[in-house]
Structure formats: C-alpha cells, structure tokens
C-alpha cells in the first residue's frame, strides 16, 4: 500500500516562497506519475503541477506557470514542489498524490480526479 508523506507549506507574504515535498513509500515512484492539487475554501480542487517518474515531463496549471518548479529525486522517491512569487490566491490546503500514468501523458493524469493515494496535506497561507 502506498503511503505518501508531505512537508513543507507554512504562511509567508505575498512575493515570497515556499517549497513542499512529498515522500513515497510502498513503491517506486518511477511507475508513477507525483503531483500537487489544492483545495481552497469555496474554490474547486485545481491540479497544480505534476511530474513523471519515468522520464520527467511535466504539467502546470495556467496559474502558476512561471512561478512554480516541480523536480523529483528517483533515489529518494520523492517530488518537489518549488512555489515562488507567491499570491493570496495561492492560499489553501495542498495534496500530494500519485497516480499510474497507465499510458496517458502527464497532462491527462494531472487533470482527472486523483484516485486512491493522497498525502495527508499541508496548508500554504499568504497574506501580508
């Protein structure tokens, strides 16, 4: 059974940064494709970033593309999430989670419904 840790996230003022990470255990996080979605009051969940086990590709959302870097390290099984510039309206509860790609790209995977295998999550406030 999967089991996926997260840590990082906290409060900061706009402009500044954050950096989250997700840790995998109960399989190689090379099978998977790892990503972020958030949740934020009276908003609908939204798929933040995602990135390949296998070869690294890599999905953002239109909001945060040009401020956000997601990276993993294979041999820690574990994925980054690098937020920079960061606004009020990054606010809210991140999820980690996985999913097997299971021949889509990383796009399609990020974007549908997570399935099963979600971190326990961690909330990012900004505000000044």
């Known amino acids: 059974q999967l089991r996926l840790v997260e840590s990082g996230g906290g409060s900061v003022q706009p402009g500044g940064s954050l950096r989250l990470a997700c840790t995998v255990s109960?399989?190689?996080?090379?099978?998977?494709?790892i990503g972020w979605f958030r949740h934020a009051p009276g908003k609908e969940r939204e798929a933040v970033s995602c990135i390949s086990g296998s070869d690294g590709s890599t999905y953002y959302g239109d909001s945060v593309k040009g401020r956000f870097a997601i990276s993993r390290d294979n041999a820690k099984n574990t994925a980054y999430l690098q937020m920079s510039s960061l606004k009020p309206e990054d606010a809210g509860n991140y999820y980690c989670?996985?999913?097997?790609?299971?021949?889509?790209?990383?796009?399609?995977?990020?974007?549908?419904?997570?399935?099963?295998?979600w971190g326990q999550g961690t909330q990012v406030a900004v505000s000044s």
């Open positions: 989670f996985v999913d097997k790609p299971q021949g889509y790209v990383v796009h399609t995977v990020c974007l549908r419904p997570p399935g099963q295998s």
């Open positions: 109960g399989d190689d996080l090379f099978y998977y494709v």
